[in-house]
């Protein structure tokens, strides 16, 4: 799993571009996919202290980095993607 300071650029739905920080990248034998959770940079806590966290599916290129995001199509992904966020947060509250 990775860890560190990265920034990614989304477009959105409207075509906008968005900076977001990157939270962490891991891959999953399961799904044969890597996947990306990230954040809005300067992204307002709601009022339980929470930041909107999104997750994408991407395949690296050659290089191993800059693949395309997709979406998260299963939601046998989102689970398993909410366990990882969920054992990524633990781990950085110890």
Do not use: R
Request: charged residues 35%.
């Amino acid at each position: 799993m990775e860890h560190g300071e990265k920034q990614i650029t989304i477009i959105d739905e409207e075509g906008n571009e968005q900076l977001c920080e990157v939270l962490f990248t891991f891959e999953n034998e399961q799904f044969g996919k890597s996947y990306v959770l990230y954040y809005p940079v300067g992204a307002e806590e709601d009022e339980n202290e929470e930041i909107e966290i999104h997750a994408s599916s991407f395949v690296p290129n050659e290089e191993g980095e800059n693949g395309e995001l997709k979406p998260i199509e299963t939601e046998e992904e989102w689970d398993m993607i909410e366990e990882m966020l969920n054992t990524f947060l633990d781990d950085e509250e110890e």
